[in-house]
């Protein structure tokens, strides 16, 4: 299983209402497999593709919780990521969970709203596939606010940041790299993109997975056909031709052919 740099992405896991029903709609749109579902963490399952570790699904323990993909950023020092959140601005949810033999957990919210999570791995590292069909891609924090939110992220991860903002397209968006990795976007590990006055109002800050698939408009229809939504049609952009969609139960996410980038 492949190390992480502190700040990378590691790992993604879904909080659903119906965790079976979560299951076969994984399971038919990304060839997902799944591990046993361990009552000792709440029913929480590992899907997997190749038998590699790719994402996490769970049941809702309370029902006025989101259904929503989040994800965990790669740390080797909870605690000190958890600190260092307090002193940028952000808001901790959980410092310090361990996790069985698995790693230690915390959970966070930035300055601009969106929640994530923090890992560091010890019998589990994080993704064993990444960047392969039916696996995780990429990610982006989607935020009202990017004047608070970037200087926090730089501030707790280290972060270096390349600016592909557009005045003239509209287009606020910028890519952040893991400390001590080039600044560029070869090295980008996330991106930061704004909810502007095109989004509706309700819609709050968050992350925006993006999963690997081979074909993204045969993702698109076997989403629909299984009960999910699509939010953005397909579209195609210099790294590949992808759509936003909505699962069956109302969880968020995107998909990506990269097989198409230009």
């Known amino acids: 299983m492949a190390a992480f740099a502190d700040g ?9 209402p119906d965790l079976e029903a979560g299951k076969r709609f994984y399971g038919e749109l990304f060839g997902w497999t799944f591990g046993v579902s361990s009552p000792e963490f709440h029913h929480y ?5 190749d038998d590699k570790a790719v994402a996490g699904l769970m049941p809702k323990p309370d029902g006025r919780m989101p259904t929503a993909w989040g994800v965990f950023f790669a740390t080797s020092d909870t605690a ?10 952000g808001q901790v949810i959980e410092e310090a ?21 923090t890992w560091q791995g010890a019998a589990h590292k994080g993704f064993g596939l990444r960047h392969e069909p039916g696996s995780f891609g990429w990610v982006e ?3 009202r606010d990017a004047k608070a939110v970037d200087p926090f992220y730089e501030a707790v991860f280290g972060y270096g940041s390349v600016d592909f903002s557009d005045n003239d397209a509209g287009l606020d968006f910028v890519v952040w790299t893991p400390a001590g990795q080039p600044a560029d976007a070869e090295h980008a590990a ?22 690997m698939v081979e074909d993204c408009d045969a993702a698109v229809r076997t989403t629909t056909r299984l ?12 790294y590949g031709r992808f759509a936003v969609l909505v699962d069956d139960q109302g969880a968020s996410f995107a998909v990506i052919d990269s097989s198409t980038a230009a």
Not at 45 to 49: F, I
């Open 8 to 16: 990378e992405p590691c790992w993604a896991d879904v909080a659903l």
């Open 45 to 49: 399952t590992q899907a997997l593709r």
């Open 80 to 89: 000190g990521t958890a600190a260092r959140i307090r002193e940028a601005g």
């Open 97 to 117: 969970v361990v996790v069985g033999d698995l790693g230690t957990m915390g959970l966070a919210v930035d300055p601009g709203g969106a929640f994530f999570g």
């Open 141 to 143: 924090c989607w935020t």
């Open 190 to 211: 996330l991106g930061r993109a704004v909810i502007d006055d095109t989004f509706p109002a309700e819609l709050p800050a968050h992350f925006l997975i993006y999963f």
């Open 227 to 238: 009960g999910g939504r699509v939010v953005r049609d397909p579209q195609d952009s210099p």
